[in-house]
């Protein structure tokens, strides 16, 4: 997509391998990346981002669902996919065709899709050791490796590993921590307990950001690393034990500048009226962009490094911020939304805060009309 500078993003792939490294030195060689490039990558953009691991030599990825993995076996040809969540059975065929591995949510799950098929569906099995999302759930480990073993005997599925979701673990409250090592412990011990009945699975994961950030265990053969390879915080704004830095940046350009009166209203709905004389000018960017109506009267945005408060609604292409302490402004000026400027940068993290989201919620809801421009020098 043409960059003709209206609304776009610029994403840094230098930086996304600066991250990938730093993640790296806080675990041991026992445990490989498993990228996860769902949504888009995060909507940095898959196809680039994958392209650039890939060069890096990741082989695991993980994403949402079928569509997503069949793009990204395009992309990477010989890569491990892993679909994190539900694909109907229906489907079995087509995710054995494509070498594509699939979670199984549930023994009744695995049961139908092994009967889909007739060729070998690669799986990794999801236990829920406390999410309470998919998977299986047992009160005991035993009763856990039990099931996993009931699910090793359908005919058409070749199981190679099982694996968990963390709830709580980019949580610094001490009872959040003991959950986490308690989930840990769960897995492991189911995992254990096949061992000694001599199966010996390929993989156990259970980290994913947060998990390898605050609760590495190199027993964890993957780490489903999402938000800390592009820069973003599990938690903001608890701190991290390494220092990244944001991919992605979001700029747009102002289009007009005017002084306005006490009196004069802004935007839709007059919600907000000037007090004073003041300079207001107009940014090429609305919600349409992924830009929330709910930073209405409370984002701000960077401008010639000062930062500069929005004024009344965000309207679907346009909207107005406050530019009196800026100087020299002009239409054509470019205008950060989410990025650095001099010393001053605002992360998505710190967007997503304004207005009672994350991070993650912002990078992924950046619209599709948004070029993403890639840098790698
Ligand atoms: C999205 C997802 C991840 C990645 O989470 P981050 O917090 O971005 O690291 C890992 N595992 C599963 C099952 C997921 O759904």
């Known amino acids: 997509m043409k960059n003709h500078k209206r ?34 990558a995060y909507g940095h953009g898959e196809k680039e981002i994958i392209n650039k691991l890939s060069d890096m030599g990741v082989t695991y990825f993980a994403v949402s669902n079928l569509d997503e993995a069949l793009s990204v076996r395009k992309i990477a040809e010989n890569s491990e996919i892993l679909i994190l969540g539900y694909t109907p059975p229906e489907y079995a065929k087509e995710i054995a065709a494509n070498n594509i591995t699939q979670c199984i949510v549930s023994e009744e799950y695995a049961e139908i899709l092994s009967k889909s098929t007739d060729m070998t ?8 050791t406390g999410m309470g999302r998919i998977g299986l759930k047992y009160k005991t480990p035993s009763e856990c490796c039990n099931a996993v073993k009931e699910i090793m005997k359908n005919k058409n599925l070749d199981i190679e590993g099982i694996f968990t979701h963390f709830a709580v673990a980019d949580s610094d409250v001490p009872e959040n921590i003991d959950f986490t090592k308690k989930q840990a412990a769960f897995i492991k011990s189911v995992y254990e307990e096949l061992c ?15 998990g390898v950030s605050y609760h590495y265990d190199s027993v964890s053969t993957l780490a489903r690393i999402g938000i800390t390879m592009y820069g973003l915080y599990p938690n903001y704004p608890l701190a991290l034990p390494c220092e990244l830095e944001p991919v992605m940046e979001f700029k747009a350009i102002v289009s007009d500048v005017k002084t306005i009166y006490p009196g004069d209203s802004v935007s839709y709905g007059r919600t907000f009226i000037a007090r004073e004389n003041m300079k207001v ?6 919600y349409a962009d ?16 000062v930062r500069c408060a929005i004024t009344g609604r965000v309207c679907m292409d346009q909207m107005m911020i406050d530019v009196s302490e800026v100087e020299n402004a002009r239409a054509g000026d470019t205008v950060t939304l989410i990025g650095r400027e001099g010393s001053d940068i605002i992360t998505a993290d710190e967007l997503a805060s304004w207005y009672g989201t994350i991070g993650y919620e912002v990078v992924c809801g950046i619209s599709k009309r948004v070029p993403r421009i890639y840098i790698d020098k």
């Open 121 to 128: 569906v690669k799986c990794h099995i999801k236990i829920d």
């Open 196 to 210: 000694n009945e001599g199966i010996k699975l390929r993989h156990i994961h259970f980290l994913n950001s947060a």
């Open 281 to 286: 000018a107009t940014v090429t960017v609305g």
């Open 290 to 305: 992924g830009y929330s109506r709910l930073l209405s009267s409370k984002g701000f945005v960077l401008y010639k490094g």
């Open 7 to 40: 609304a776009w993003a610029e994403v840094n792939l230098c930086i996304l391998e600066k991250n990938i490294n730093t993640i790296k030195k806080g675990m041991s060689s026992e445990t490989e990346i498993m990228a996860v490039v769902k949504a888009d």
